[in-house]
Structures are given as C-alpha cells and as structure tokens.
C-alpha cells in the first residue's frame, strides 16, 4: 500500500490532518495554491489519499481542474458542504468528514463532539486523528451523512448569524437568546432543505446541535465568516423565494 497522503491547502486544520497521518506513519506531501497540481498528480498517481483542505469558497474552483487520477481517493471536510458540491463536480464517493474539533492559530485543537466520517477511506482517516485522541465515528448510509452535514450547517448557520446580532457565546445564546436562535434556526432549516430536496425532523436536529453546544459553551457565536454566511443564505433564500423575516432583519441591523 502506498503510505504517502496528499493534501490540497495547508491552512489551520490541513496542519492538524497532517500530524496526525505523520504520527500514524504516512508521508505527506502538501499541495498549495503556488504548486501545478498536475504535475505532481503525474509524479504521486497512486496515494493513499488526497485530502482536499482549501477553504468552503475555494472548493468549487479546486475540484473544477482537478486531476482526474486523483479523483477517486478523495477527502472533503469543509463547511457548508452538501452532496451537490461534489455531485455536480463529477464526484460519486468521496470520503466526508464533518469536522468537529476547531484550530485557531496559535492554540492547539479543540474538540467539540466526535467527527463523524462516511466514505471508502473512512477507517485512514480514524486511524490518523485516533493518533492525536480526536474521536471520529463511521456514518453508516448516504442518509446519516446527509443529516450530520445539514446539523454541522446548521450549527454553523444559527450560531453565527445569531451571533451577529448577539455577540457572545453560545452558552449565552442558549440561556438568553433562545426565541433568536429558535427562528434563525426554522429559517435556516428551510434553505438546507431547499438545498438537499430532502426534509429533517426540527426536533432531533435541535436536539443534535444542543449536544454540540454543550461540547464547547464558551464557543464564540461569530465567527471571521459570519456575515459572509448571511449573505449566502438570503441569496439562497430570496432565489428560492423562501421567506425569512429575521435573517431580513439582522442584515438590516448590521448595516446600520
């Protein structure tokens, strides 16, 4: 078996991947954005795995132009993924990780909840962040993987548009701001159903993301992206013609 890794972007989380395939045995070659990626596609054709690790808004060009050889050992982990972003790019089964640990720079990893992991290299991808004591866990079904990416989304979603209103974290969100994240959260659910053309239960997807509040409660509602998400999703909203007053209302706060 080939034991090198390959991983596209080498930005926070790229270097938390990258530990832990070096401590599980595994060379890694970075590939950045200065580097001719098919020429080193033609000169490592056969990795263990291509980890894709560039940003949610550098995903869509990245998989454009990517190297056809390398196409069926590949790794996701962005935010805001969901299956069209692959499908529609040509990609049947690649390996999906919602990651749910964060790396910041200048502090070490933090865990949340376990990482759930779905996909042909699933058990590489347990084997490299069980050496760093990052628990993951096998999805079993194309429908369980899409609920734990549309509860990632979510969490991302809520917190950080509801963030944009109420600052702090989201312990605070949950004991002060309740009926705010109650109606981002109906809001938001209806885009990512519009999006999937599929629909979830409200209350176990609630109950879900309480589960990962509870994870980290000193997590910061706002993240560097939050206004860039809402942007987003009132596109996605007003393209749809999905109706969402308070999404309307914070971008209309924000502005003043």
């Given at each position: 078996?080939?034991?090198?890794?390959?991983?596209?972007?080498m930005g926070?989380?790229?270097?938390?991947?990258?530990?832990?395939?070096?401590?599980?045995?595994?060379?890694?070659?970075?590939?950045?954005?200065?580097?001719?990626?098919?020429?080193?596609?033609?000169?490592?054709?056969?990795?263990?795995?291509?980890?894709?690790?560039?940003?949610?808004?550098?995903?869509?060009?990245?998989?454009?132009?990517?190297?056809?050889?390398?196409?069926?050992?590949?790794?996701?982990?962005?935010?805001?993924?969901?299956?069209?972003?692959?499908?529609?790019?040509?990609?049947?089964?690649?390996?999906?990780?919602?990651?749910?640990?964060?790396?910041?720079?200048?502090?070490?990893?933090?865990?949340?909840?376990?990482?759930?992991?779905?996909?042909?290299?699933?058990?590489?991808?347990?084997?490299?962040?069980?050496?760093?004591?990052?628990?993951?866990?096998?999805?079993?079904?194309?429908?369980?993987?899409?609920?734990?990416?549309?509860?990632?989304?979510?969490?991302?979603?809520?917190?950080?548009?509801?963030?944009?209103?109420?600052?702090?974290?989201?312990?605070?969100?949950?004991?002060?701001?309740?009926?705010?994240?109650?109606?981002?959260?109906?809001?938001?659910?209806?885009?990512?159903?519009?999006?999937?053309?599929?629909?979830?239960d409200a209350?176990?997807?609630?109950?879900?993301?309480?589960?990962?509040?509870?994870?980290?409660?000193?997590?910061?509602?706002?993240?560097?992206?939050?206004?860039?998400?809402l942007q987003?999703?009132?596109?996605?909203?007003?393209?749809?013609?999905?109706?969402?007053?308070?999404?309307?209302?914070?971008?209309?706060?924000?502005?003043?």
């Amino acid at each position: 078996m080939n034991k090198t890794v390959v991983i596209v972007g080498m930005g926070e989380m790229a270097g938390v991947f990258a530990r832990g395939f070096l401590k599980a045995g595994y060379s890694v070659h970075p590939v950045t954005r200065n580097d001719d990626i098919h020429l080193i596609a033609h000169s490592i054709q056969q990795p263990a795995l291509i980890l894709v690790a560039v940003a949610e808004k550098d995903l869509p060009a990245t998989l454009e132009t990517f190297p056809e050889t390398w196409k069926s050992q590949l790794v996701l982990l962005q935010n805001e993924l969901l299956p069209n972003d692959w499908l529609t790019k040509g990609l049947n089964e690649p390996t999906i990780i919602s990651v749910w640990f964060e790396k910041k720079p200048g502090q070490d990893y933090k865990v949340l909840v376990p990482s759930p992991v779905f996909g042909p290299n699933s058990a590489l991808i347990t084997e490299a962040l069980t050496t760093l004591n990052i628990p993951t866990y096998q999805v079993s079904d194309d429908v369980e993987l899409l609920f734990e990416l549309v509860r990632k989304n979510m969490y991302i979603l809520v917190t950080n548009i509801c963030g944009l209103e109420t600052g702090g974290t989201v312990g605070q969100l949950i004991d002060h701001h309740s009926d705010l994240m109650q109606k981002i959260f109906d809001e938001i659910l209806l885009i990512q159903q519009h999006l999937t053309a599929a629909q979830f239960d409200a209350n176990s997807l609630m109950e879900s993301i309480l589960v990962a509040f509870k994870g980290d409660l000193d997590h910061q509602c706002m993240g560097r992206s939050a206004t860039q998400r809402l942007q987003r999703a009132l596109t996605i909203a007003h393209n749809a013609k999905i109706q969402v007053v308070e999404l309307e209302r914070i971008n209309q706060l924000i502005k003043k």
